[in-house]
């Protein structure tokens, strides 16, 4: 019966994985208080003395939304040799904070925040003395700290002003955004502003600090637009050093840029619109639609 | 008003009011040859027609216009966009059914050069400041 038992049963170095239901027979021990004296490698997430429900959140931040989860349900893209994966701490700031386990490599992580891997060199900063990967599949070790794009630009160029806002739950959304552990930049467009969001994103992006774009506002095939006669981004002409990671913009005809915002790999979430966009009371508008608690390796 | 008919009076002018519209973007052409000419748009595939003395609206964002005049001859005009140009040079309607529209007017001189008018204007003078990149030379294409 027992030899049954692990018949079925896959092992690495830290857990048992049932490959029939697709999930660890055990919680992901890199999310597990304790971990850290097992394999000397991980950080204690929690303090002496925390609740229950504290420690189960706040691990289950570390390891993912479920700790039984096999690399994020999609192992048709990814492996977990030793039953680990990257620890990414997205707390608001410009940049999140980012280190691998033994083995891991910057498309692992490239997979799970939705940035390109080939354009690694431009998104990815080394801290505390680690240099830059020779490529995106070099193995790494848990000496090695990086940080990530974490900001995440929240643009409104709607109408109604407060009103408007209200109508598409544009400060809900912001909040929504902030509480994942994005730093959330908000700008109002302001009258005369040509090519300013345009500006800011390449900025943004510069500085290795954009992950994505929240917008509201009109567009075309070709721009996104104020509807005082403001270009905001020009999608032939939006060069930037990297794809974003997360892009929700709601304007017409601004599925025409999505190739110029995010990078369409493995991971990257995507919400734009083909022809004309109204915005309908009662539609999925908000932000939560699309990105849940533990995607791209949020709070 | 009761109540039902309120409420759908608010969902209606909060919908044509809406926040997230299309802008439509054209090139108000004017021709100033002595002849006809056909322009057309790169980037929308319109072409229009238009007489000596004479404007018309030709819908496009941004890229090549292509002007073909009655002796079989064609121009290229690169990069035409509205949002190329400083404000003072545009017009822009925003409508409170939706659509907001932002264009700008352009001059074909007989030495094929495009010029850009300030709105309401019909001509340039020594006193017209172009903007940036203007007045552009068209680019003669081989047959």
Redesign the interface.
């Known amino acids: 019966m027992i030899g049954l038992l692990f018949a079925t049963l896959a092992t690495n170095a830290f857990a048992y994985y049932m490959p029939g239901q697709g999930r660890w027979l055990s919680r992901d021990p890199i999310g597990e208080p304790g971990f850290a004296l097992v394999s000397g490698s991980v950080t204690p997430v929690t303090q002496a003395g925390a609740d229950d429900d504290a420690i189960s959140t706040e691990t289950e931040r570390v390891g993912g939304e479920n700790l039984y989860v096999f690399v994020g349900n999609d192992a048709i893209w990814y492996i977990d040799l030793l039953g680990l994966r990257w620890k990414v701490d997205r707390q608001g700031g410009g940049k999140a904070p980012a280190e691998p386990e033994a083995g891991d490599t910057v498309a692992d992580l490239a997979g799970l925040i939705g940035l390109n891997p080939a354009e690694y060199r431009n998104w990815l900063t080394p801290v505390s003395g680690t240099a830059m990967p020779t490529s995106a599949n070099q193995g790494l070790t848990t000496c090695d700290k990086f940080e990530i794009p974490n900001t995440v630009v929240a643009y409104w160029a709607g109408d109604l002003g407060g009103v408007g806002r209200w109508w598409v739950r544009w400060n809900s959304s912001v909040r929504y955004l902030g509480r994942r552990g994005f730093n959330v930049d908000e700008h109002r467009h302001q009258a005369e502003n040509n090519m300013a969001l345009q500006a800011l994103l390449v900025s943004k992006d510069a500085a290795k600090e954009l992950h994505g774009l929240y917008f509201w506002g009109h567009g075309n095939t070709q721009f996104l637009a104020s509807r005082r006669g403001d270009a905001l981004v020009e999608y032939a002409t939006l060069n930037l050093p990297y794809k974003m990671g997360l892009g929700l913009v709601f304007a017409c005809d601004s599925n025409s840029g999505q190739s110029a915002f995010v990078s369409g790999t493995s991971g990257s979430i995507w919400r734009g619109f083909t022809g004309v966009l109204v915005p309908w009371p009662f539609r999925h508008y908000h932000p939560r639609h699309y990105i849940q608690p533990g995607q791209q390796e949020t709070h | 008003m009761n109540k039902r008919n309120l409420t759908v009076l608010c ?1 209606v002018t ?2 044509a ?9 054209a090139v108000n052409f004017r021709n100033g040859t002595p002849s006809k000419v056909w322009v057309s748009s790169m ?1 929308s595939g319109k072409e229009i027609e238009v007489a000596p003395s004479r404007f018309s609206r030709l819908p496009h ?2 890229g090549d216009i292509l002007v073909k005049t009655e002796n079989k001859q064609q121009f290229r005009f690169s990069d035409i ?3 190329h140009v400083d ?1 003072k040079y ?5 409508s409170l059914f ?1 659509f ?1 529209s ?1 264009a700008f007017t352009v001059l074909l001189q007989t030495n094929m050069h495009l010029y850009v008018l300030m709105p309401g204007k019909q001509t340039v003078d020594e006193n017209t400041e172009q903007p940036k990149g203007y007045p552009k030379p068209g680019q003669k294409l081989t047959e």
Do not use: D
């Not at chain 2, 009011?17 to 973007?25: P, V």
């Open positions: 969902c909060l919908f009011l809406g926040s997230g519209c299309r802008t439509n973007m980037q964002g941004s966009s509205a949002f404000p545009r017009e822009a309607h925003g939706g907001s932002v």
